[in-house]
């Protein structure tokens, strides 16, 4: 499995076999890249450095099959130097929209261009003219078109509902030997209802309850509230720049009792003073405002109300970075 960006270690990028590849691996395959690269007077990006670096281990590693992310878009992803095997296409949202284009039509076909020729195309339920230009880009490739069903009846408020039946149809459509029908519809949904996806409504704190998500566009903030039900709940906030920072706040203020405002130590960090105007001008009330997410959780870790820190991956990589290596560190105090 290769994925971006990383939560707390850059590790995180690179699993085989469901566990995240040791750092003496990963520095090994970085350096043979980058000797590569050198020898070839090619300057590489970072995210083409660490891309290289992955095929690289599942290369030598000698997996059956890579499961790739793709970074931002697709037609010129560096993931995208791969002719896959099966394509799967989410849904699409009008984000990044600088780089991929203004419209959905204009994003989807920056992402259909991961369909190659003769590919199986999996894609699940989302934008009408997103699934158009998914259709034509298929028929244009030679590549058999597969539409997932939209998810019913499966766990009333499941965060992840659709991206299950997203992934048991890919799984499907492989045909992989150990995955017949009867598997599919027993253990694989005991298994992944045992899933956890990091950053994703997951719980680092019981007491008092502490969530991270990593919802940092409107359509991921929307699924966020619609997943979960939790009364009297405080909403730790920050968002980057180049998001829709006031779809984001307009989506979640209503659903907490409380917004507090920070910014991460991301260049693309929006400033906390700057989100606290936003949203005060949206809601009607000022918010907390703390510069770092270590000064926040200082402070809101000795209150009893749930607390559910979104609105930026680099938000949820920073709180579980805190709360899993430098506990020490949010002990309480009165200090704001």
Known sequence: LYTSPELVSITERIEIDG??????????????????????????????????????IFAQSEVEYAVLEVGLGGRWDATSVVHPVLAVL????????????????????????????????VAAPTDAQALEVFKKRSEEQGSRFVMVPTAINQE???????????ALTAARELGLPSLQPGFLEKEAYEVMGRTVIPGRLEVLHRDPLLIIDAAHNPASAQTLVQSFNIPHALLLLAVLSDKDARGIVTILAPHFDEIVVTQTASPRAIAAEELAKLVEEITGRAPR???????????????????????????????KRLMTCS???ISATNEE
Do not use: M, W
């Open 156 to 166: 009333p408020g499941s965060y992840q509902a659709q991206n299950k039946l997203t």
């Open 289 to 319: 405002v703390f510069q770092t997410p270590q000064a926040a959780l200082k402070v809101l870790l000795k209150q009893e109300h749930p607390l559910v820190a979104t609105g930026s991956i680099t938000l949820a990589g920073e709180v």
């Open 90 to 121: 989410t849904g699409v949202d009008l984000d990044h929209t600088a780089i991929l284009g203004n419209t959905i039509a204009e994003i989807a076909a920056e992402k259909a261009a991961i369909i190659k020729q003769d590919t199986i195309v």
């Open 19 to 56: 566990s995240v590849v040791t750092d003496e691996v990963f520095a090994q395959a970085v350096l043979r890249v980058h000797e590569c690269a050198r020898e070839a007077r090619l300057v590489l990006t970072e995210f083409e450095l660490i891309t290289a670096a992955a095929l690289s």
């Open 327 to 329: 506990k020490t560190q």
